[in-house]
């Protein structure tokens, strides 16, 4: 079947980098996403990783995809207080629609 | 440039009442979703539209209806509302099969059954 998982919560010190882990079970999954939740808004895309692509780096955001072990992860560099977020990892599944299945979202605590 | 729009962003309704969530979007998306989202378990697809005149169950339908009025609406009703369906509801919207195809969420409606 098809599943997300994640850790619930992260807390970290400004300044330190935060890792954010995710685990899917889909091995047809073409894309892999992470969105951001500020509280009481929407979600919006942070980054995206394609299936075939094994890291990608964005300014602050780095994302690795080992897919053999079928495992993404979200690393902050230098973190800040407005890093204080939800953070839900998202894959796309194959079929005839942009058929998206989350994780449950890491809350990430950013303290001084 | 709106986006998805999602009217209302709060909602209180005593059980049994009905109501229906609006949601819009100007970026001539094919694909709209609802989802809702509870403490502890993510996003849970409740409906979704691959195309317009199309609609298909997701993971969790159970209560709800929904209509894809056009390509740019899709509406979200519930006819007999129960505190289980208290929640926050998410419109989002994406462009197709292709590419990078990342969803357009909406900002989100209240919803609170007593």
């Known amino acids: 079947g098809e599943d997300v998982e994640q850790s619930l919560f992260l807390s970290v010190r400004e300044g330190d980098s935060s890792v954010i882990n995710c685990t899917y079970t889909d091995s047809s999954s073409t894309y892999l996403y992470w969105y951001k939740q500020e509280p009481g808004a929407g979600l919006q895309l942070l980054t995206y990783?394609?299936?075939?692509?094994d890291m990608k780096q964005d300014q602050r955001l780095t994302v690795l995809l080992n897919k053999k072990d079928k495992h993404l992860s979200l690393r902050i560099a230098d973190t800040q207080t407005g890093d204080s977020a939800i953070y839900f990892c998202?894959?796309?599944?194959?079929?005839?629609?942009?058929?998206?299945?989350f994780g449950a979202g890491t809350r990430l605590a950013v303290h001084p | 440039n709106a986006g998805v729009t999602q009217t209302p962003k709060f909602q209180v309704l005593k059980t049994g009442q009905s109501m229906t969530l609006q949601c819009a979007q100007d970026?001539?998306?094919?694909?709209m979703y609802w989802y809702r989202q509870d403490p502890g378990m993510g996003l849970r697809l409740i409906y979704y539209s691959a195309s317009e005149g199309t609609t298909d169950k997701g993971e969790v339908p159970n209560g709800y209806n929904v209509s894809r009025l056009n390509k740019r609406e899709f509406s979200l009703r519930l006819e007999s509302a129960a505190p289980s369906q208290t929640s926050v509801y998410f419109c989002a919207s994406s462009g197709g099969t292709g590419g990078t195809t990342e969803a357009f969420f909406g900002q989100g409606t209240r919803l609170t059954v007593v």
């Open positions: 970026m001539n998306h094919n694909s």
């Open positions: 990783i394609f299936s075939n692509m």
């Open positions: 998202a894959e796309r599944v194959s079929g005839g629609y942009n058929k998206l299945i």
